[in-house]
Each structure stands twice: as C-alpha cells, then as structure tokens.
T-cell receptor, first 111, second 113 residues
Framework: EDKVVQSPLSLVVHEGDTVTLNCSYE??????LLWYKQEKKAPTFLFML????IEKKSGRLSSILDKKELFSILNITATQTGDSAVYLC???????????FGEGTQLTVNP | DVKVTQSSRYLVKRTGEKVFLECVQD?????MFWYRQDPGLGLRLIYF???????EKGDIPEGYSVSREKKERFSLILESASTNQTSMYLC????????????FGAGTRLSVL
C-alpha cells in the first residue's frame, strides 16, 4: 500500500521567513510526486516532480525530489500572509492515474 | 482554464437520507475522482472512474456508490447517510494518461445530523 507522510503537520512563521516542508513516500512503482496548495477551497496544482535532483521553481516557491531517499521538499522564501494554506503532497504510480495524498502541512504566516 | 464544478458548497442532511453529490468537468477529461478530506487524515480516495459507466473502488468505498452516465459528470451517492460521513468531499478530474495533474472542484462540506 502506498504511503505518503508530510512534516511538519503545522507550522507558524512570520512574514519574510523561509520555510521548508517535507514529504516522504513509499510507493511500489513511482511515476511522479505532486505538490498542491489548498486555501479554503479547491487544491491548486503547484509542481509535478519526476526526476531526482532537478529543482522546479515558481516565484518564491521551489521543490526538489530525491528518488533514492524517497522524499521531496517544498521551499517557500520570503513568506507572505497569502502563503497561508494547507500544502498537500501526493504520489502517483506508473500503473494508473490515481494519487495517494499525505495529511498535509498547515502553514500559517503571521504579519 | 479547467473547470470542475461541484453542485453544492454546503449541505446538511439527516441520518438515513439518500444524498447525491454532483460533479461536472468541462475539459473532456476521461478520469474523475471522489475524495473525502478529514483533519489529520488528508485526502482519501473513495471511488474513481476511467470512462463512462466504469468505476473503480478507492481506499474507502464503504457506504458510498458512484454513477458516471456521461463523460463530464460523476456523482457520489450516499445510500443512507450516517454521521461518520460528515466531511469535506472533493471531486477531481484528469486526462486518462498517467503522469498528469488532477484538477479539483471547490468541495462540498457535508454535515449529517
């Protein structure tokens, strides 16, 4: 059974701080790892990672995958209050399209 | 932009009622998914569908059924709602080819009293 574990489960920081969110996984036939951001509505897609060591970047957010150690990190630099959300990590197997999600990390950025 | 629309944002039902949650997507996606989201448990897959009239059980199908009569619409049915089905329900869709992102609806917060 696929398993995804995120840490920390919750995090409170001040604006301007840099945060690192962690996601470790166990999956039989790994295809990809995805990060989503969820505010008080639909999760929105951030990144999809398939190859080790290649950083994906979008503005102040970046993510990288380590397929040997089976984990990914999501970094957010110079955090803003608008970054407050639940960040979800999910993995996908090669056998299909379904995703297995972690519990999520609740990030709160205070002014 | 992909649009996944769930028919209700909030729903309150009584124990034993039959409940229908509707989801419609406008991107001609083959795959559609129903999840429930609970604190501390993340998103858990209830059912999914690869095509019209096809369905597959996810990780927690007990107490639920689904219907996919048209490609764009995927319905989740609670035959006899129970209080432990109080949750946030999220619908998602994607193209059939694996390795692609799923797109989510805004969610339906269901309370069963």
């Amino acid at each position: 059974e696929d398993k995804v574990v995120q840490s920390p489960l919750s995090l409170v920081v001040h604006e301007g701080d840099t945060v690192t969110l962690n996601c470790s996984y166990e999956v039989t036939n790994f295809r990809s790892l995805l990060w989503y951001k969820q505010e008080k509505k639909a999760p929105t897609f951030l990144f999809m990672l398939t190859s080790s060591g290649i950083e994906k970047k979008s503005g102040r957010l970046s993510s990288i995958l380590d397929k040997k150690e089976l984990f990914s990190i999501l970094n957010i630099t110079a955090t803003q209050t608008g970054d407050s959300a639940v960040y979800l990590c999910a993995v996908q197997e090669t056998s299909g399209s379904r995703l297995t999600f972690g519990e999520g990390t609740q990030l709160t950025v205070n002014p | 932009d992909v649009k996944v629309t769930q028919s209700s944002r909030y729903l309150v039902k009584r124990t034993g009622e039959k409940v229908f949650l509707e989801c419609v997507q406008d991107m001609d996606h083959e795959n559609m998914f129903w999840y429930r989201q609970d604190p501390g448990l993340g998103l858990r897959l209830i059912y999914f569908s690869y095509d019209v009239k096809m369905k597959e059980k996810g990780d927690i199908p007990e107490g639920y059924s689904v219907s996919r009569e048209k490609k764009e619409r995927f319905s989740l049915i609670l035959e006899s709602a129970s209080t432990n089905q109080t949750s946030m329900y999220l619908c998602a869709s994607s193209f059939w080819r694996g390795g692609l992102s799923q797109y989510f609806g805004a969610g339906t917060r269901l309370s069963v009293l």
